[in-house]
Each structure stands twice: as C-alpha cells, then as structure tokens.
C-alpha cells in the first residue's frame, strides 16, 4: 500500500464530504442543522472509483466474513490546526530517523497499521494525538498496531474496547502510517516503555512475520499519522473464522493433499506455489490462509478440516 502516500495539498481543505448526504457513520444522520460526522472531524469520504478507495476496500473485505459491512472509507484532510501540526511533525521525524540511518531513501521505514478506536476518541486522536498507550500490556507500554495485510476480522476480535461499541454496531478502524525504521524483537511479557538503544526506533513480535508493530508511548505522537478511518458494522460477538482455519492439527502438507481430492491439478499447482512462497517468507501465513480460502471457499476447507483432522493428527 506504498504508493497511498500523499504529501499534503492545502487545496485538499476546500474538498467536503458527501458522507452527510448518505448519514454513513454519523449518528446525527436527517438533524441537518449539526455537522455530518466526517466535517466534525476534519475527514473526507472516498468514494469507489477513488484509488486509495479500491485499494483498501478490497485489503479489508478479504479479510472480513459476511458479519460485517464496510460503511465507508474516509481520509484525514489535516484541516485542523492540531492534525496539520501532526503531519508536519510526522514529516520532520521521518526525516530525522532517515538520517539517524544513514540518509537513504527508506531508512525510516514507513509502513501502514491497523489500530482500532471507539467512536469517542476519533475526534481527539485527529487533533491531538494518542493520549494513553493503546494495549494489553503483553508486549510493553506502548501503541500496538497490527500490519496492513492483517486480517481485520482479527482486528475486531482483539478489540479491546468492543464492549463499549454503539448501539449502531459501527466499529472505527484507523489506519496509519508508521514510522518503524530500525525495529527490535519484543518478548512477550516484556514491560519495556522506550527502545532499549538508540540503535532501535520500534519494536515487533517477529522481525520475518510480524503480526505486531510496537510504537513505545515516547514515539507514539511523533511516529505514528492517522491517515484513513474505515468504518464497519459487524457484531459485538464476531466468529474468529480466520483463525479456526489455521488449526495447528492440520498442516498445511496435509491439507493440500486432502485438498487435492477434490480440486482440478491446477488449483493444487497453485496452493502450492502459495505455500513454497510462505515457507520461503515471500508472503505471510495469514496471507497464505486468505489466498487458500479464495481458491477453495470456505465451506470446502471447513469440511476437510472436520473429515481429515483429526485423521492428520494420529
């Protein structure tokens, strides 16, 4: 998702929303007289055509099951005055980490991050930044998010404040870009709080695979830009699907030999050069799980799982 990155254009703050008109995400949908949701916030709805749009609309909807609706896509237009100082400062420390590494092009690092959010806390976290460390504390003191390619099925299950949701059932998703440049593994159970050495800017769980990126609460004002909000309607209670099909009692070896039973030679061909590129770490496992589903469906693998399993297991 590298080429989502756009500098800022001032022209970008005489560009309004249409989400008013379709009451997406606002709660104050038919009370014209308050402003829509996306003007309260400084933010701007992206519509399908849009390449940013498509983009993202086809990351998450592969990874969410027919629980949940993507309502709409909408972009940080740094129209206030607190989030435009944010993507200034977020420019000046891009910079400087570059630098830190020697002044190439790609020193910092800069990927793209999963971070869920209540309703209440979207407007503050745009203008102000992230007041308190965002986790659950297995990984050290600081903002979780997870990578770009993550499913957000999982995102929503590992939402710590889904009990709070509104009654509308819209979930908040942001996703930011991240300043990670020179990253550290992190234990779990760790209680660290900063880098352990100038040497490091962030932390992951995985430095091949990562499923979480680690912004200690010392950086996570200064390396972390909220750029995009989804919003989605899912359920309070979701069906973690995505991971049931990752049962450690079916390799995947197994599987596509299972698999192969019922699919043509060139399916199997192609499951297969999927799996050579994850055991080569070209691709991650969650993504190997979501290119699997789509060639076979749900249903398929959900049956051979429960056939073969436990046959695989002996």
Not at 61 to 73: A, H, M, Y
Not at 201 to 222: C, F, Q
Not at 234 to 245: D, F, Y
Not at 290 to 310: E, Y
Request: glycine fraction near 8%; proline fraction near 4%.
């Amino acid at each position: 998702m590298d080429y989502l990155r756009t500098e800022f254009d001032s022209s970008e703050q005489e560009e309004r929303s249409t989400i008013s008109e379709s009451g997406s995400c606002d709660s104050y949908s038919g009370q014209r007289q308050r402003p829509s949701f996306a003007d309260e916030h400084g933010l701007m709805e992206l519509l399908e055509g849009d390449k940013a749009y498509d983009l993202i609309y086809r990351n998450c909807k592969s990874g969410l099951n027919d629980q949940c609706q993507i309502v709409s896509i909408l972009r940080n237009g740094f129209k206030h005055v607190g989030s435009l100082a944010k993507f200034k400062t977020f420019q000046v420390f891009q910079e400087a980490v570059e630098f830190k590494h020697g002044g190439e092009s790609g020193g910092a690092k800069v990927k793209y991050g999963w971070c869920t959010v209540k309703r209440t806390e979207v407007k503050s976290i745009l203008d102000y930044g992230f007041s308190q460390p965002r986790n659950d504390g297995s990984y050290g003191r600081g903002l979780y998010l997870s990578p770009d390619n993550t499913s957000l099925l999982e995102c929503l299950k590992d939402d710590t404040s889904s009990e709070e949701s509104e009654e509308d059932g819209i979930r908040f998703l942001l996703l930011c870009r991240v300043i990670l440049g020179k990253s550290e593994i992190v234990s779990k159970g760790s209680t660290q709080s900063c880098p352990s050495s100038q040497e490091f800017d962030s932390g992951v769980d995985d430095l091949a695979s990562p499923s979480k990126y680690i912004v200690w609460s010392t950086h996570m004002n200064t390396h972390v830009l909220p750029e995009f909000l989804v919003c989605i309607k899912a359920p309070l209670h979701l069906t973690r699907s995505v991971k049931r099909l990752r049962s450690p009692w079916m390799a995947f070896p197994v599987l596509i030999k299972a698999l192969s039973k019922f699919l043509p030679p060139s399916q199997i061909f192609i499951i297969q050069k999927h799996y050579k590129d994850q055991q080569n770490r070209r691709i991650s496992r969650s993504e190997l799980i979501q290119r699997v589903r789509s060639i076979t469906g749900d249903r398929l693998l959900a049956d051979i799982i429960k056939a073969f399993g436990h046959k695989a297991q002996q």
